[in-house]
């Protein structure tokens, strides 16, 4: 199944993506797009209805965020100061870079993260506020890292995630507070079939369906 996640965990990734958010001609410059949680968990556990990640065509590049550790209480009270007329700070938005230099996680920290995930065949690309690091991998080496994937079709867009909630070892654990353990593609398979696009669409589309 997916992984649940605490209204407090949604909360702390609304208040760290707000505090990079610039006002409306720059906020989408400003913070990653990571996936919208889905609070009530639903299986992906492979059934004769519901097809695995295996079953998409080209072994596709699939993309799970992390939530790195960083100041959680200095970022929640700049973003009430942020919200609050009364406020020096009243919608004085940080840009990235700044997000970076007084929330962002440490350098140790996304070196520890980024070498975990390169000995497993992964990738870790940080966003500019250091407050995610996006986990990149082809399907077979996410599911060898992290367990079975499972996937469902709605309406033409794939959703991945792992069927079991993946053990991080206790070092990796505490610097990834908030992992999310969902994906979408916009891809097409024939539930509990082999179908779908060629290889060289999957890839267009991939490009076009990543955030970043």
């Known amino acids: 199944m997916y992984p649940r996640r ?3 965990a949604a909360v702390a990734t609304s208040v760290l993506v707000g505090l990079s958010l ?10 990653p797009s990571a996936p919208a949680e889905n609070l009530d968990s639903r299986s992906l556990a492979p059934t004769d209805d519901s097809p695995s990640i295996r079953s ?3 072994n596709p590049k699939l993309t799970f965020y992390w939530g790195l550790k960083r100041n959680d209480k200095r970022a929640v009270a700049r973003l009430a100061a942020i919200a609050s007329p009364s406020s020096g700070s009243y919608r004085q938005f940080l840009s990235s870079r700044a ?4 929330f962002g996680a440490t350098t140790k920290t996304v070196r520890t993260t980024r070498k975990y995930l390169k000995n497993r065949g992964l990738r870790g690309k940080l966003d500019k506020s250091r407050l995610f690091l996006r986990v990149i991998g082809r399907a077979n080496t996410m599911e060898r890292a992290f367990g079975e994937i499972g996937v469902e079709e709605v309406a033409g867009i794939v959703y991945y995630g792992p069927s079991k909630n993946p053990k991080l070892p206790k070092r990796i654990k505490k610097l990834v507070p908030q992992p999310i353990w969902k994906g979408q593609k916009q891809l097409s398979v024939g539930t509990g079939t082999d179908r779908g696009v060629p290889r060289r669409s999957t890839e267009k589309l991939q490009k076009r369906s990543d955030p970043l």
């Open 99 to 102: 997000t970076a230099k007084q």
């Open 56 to 58: 998409l065509p080209g």
């Open 22 to 31: 610039a006002p409306a001609t720059a906020a989408s410059a400003s913070a």
């Open 6 to 8: 605490t209204i407090s």
